[in-house]
């Protein structure tokens, strides 16, 4: 998310800052809740019950499309188009022999949304879906999402490290 910001953000080391805090915390209840009727409902409750401002419990809200939150900041859009496709892509990964992100690139993404069975709990409506939201072409937003995210494989266990006999 925090490279979202800098592309469709202010800019601002703020903005950045909010934008990887949602990224990291949107999720945060759904281990524990992951029914449609619990999540993102469980967590955002408690959000709200500690305290976190508006901008992040709207934007929790926002990414699950059925809770019928819309989506109208950029930092919304971005959560949106960016959930899916960040665990889409960390499969991919996952299957490549390095389990590195350095192995993967647009065209084998595409390659894997084709098929039903892989990663098959991964929504290909929301991803294709959150690319047009963004009015960004689908394989630009991927390769962007793959970008980001190299940037991190490391945080991620995604450098080629878990790939290498110990």
């Known amino acids: 998310m925090r490279a979202c910001a800098r592309k469709l953000g202010n800019g601002s080391p703020e903005a950045e800052n909010l934008w990887a805090v949602i990224g990291l915390i949107h999720d945060f209840d759904y281990e524990r809740w992951p029914s449609l009727d619990d999540h993102p409902y469980k967590g955002n409750e408690i959000l709200k019950q500690r305290g976190w401002p508006e901008v992040i419990t709207r934007a929790v809200m926002s990414h699950a499309e059925y809770t019928g939150v819309t989506r109208d900041t950029p930092m919304e859009k971005a959560l949106f188009a960016c959930d899916e ?25 595409r390659k894997r949304m084709k098929d039903k069975a892989f990663a098959r709990k991964v929504n290909r409506e929301d991803i294709v879906n959150g690319a047009a939201e963004l009015g960004v072409d689908l394989d630009e937003h991927i390769a962007n999402c793959i970008e980001a995210m190299k940037g991190i494989a490391v945080d991620l266990g995604l450098d080629g490290s878990a790939g290498k006999p110990a």
């Not at 892509?89 to 390095?98: C, F, R």
């Open 85 to 109: 496709l960040a665990g889409f892509i960390t499969a991919v990964a996952l299957i490549k022999p390095s389990k590195s992100l350095s192995e993967v690139d647009v065209k084998s993404v």
